[in-house]
């Protein structure tokens, strides 16, 4: 069981990282670069200018220039398509996990729910989450490690028995 709340409590104490990973994921996920296909084609089919000096745009590019730069649209479209569906996956993966562990925090019973939400969602001191909750330090410590243990009991039932690092298998 000592497996069990050193995972819960590496879940804990990652909750704001996780929240923060959200966030940047989503702003990636609305803000993948692209790039206009009008302006990469022309740019890869440079015309000579007639005179023999250097490029020109809006030339007359020969028929492989032209095939060069549309494999290149392909592959530009490729790659921001892996792109999306990377960050997707991940973001599904972290949702999940977020998810998860908010439920099951909100399972607990209210003295051991307010100790975790204060302690690591909102990342209050001992002596802050205590003021905060009325209670003593020592009183705020049993409610804690009351509520890793139940958790790590939630995070063994779905696992088969074990509580693993990182994400949770799914049932």
Known sequence: MTDSINAVIGRLKSY?????????????????????????IESLALGIRPDGQGYRHGGHPSDKTMAIALQYKNIMRECENDSYMEIRRELRLLEAEVHRLEYYVSLLVNHEMDAIRSLFFEQKTWDEAAQQLSISRQTLSRHRNSAIRELAAMYATINGGTCHEGIARPV
């Open 16 to 40: 704001s990282t996780m929240k923060r990973r959200l966030e940047q994921l989503c702003f990636e996920l609305d803000n993948l670069p692209v790039v206009n296909e009008c302006d990469f």
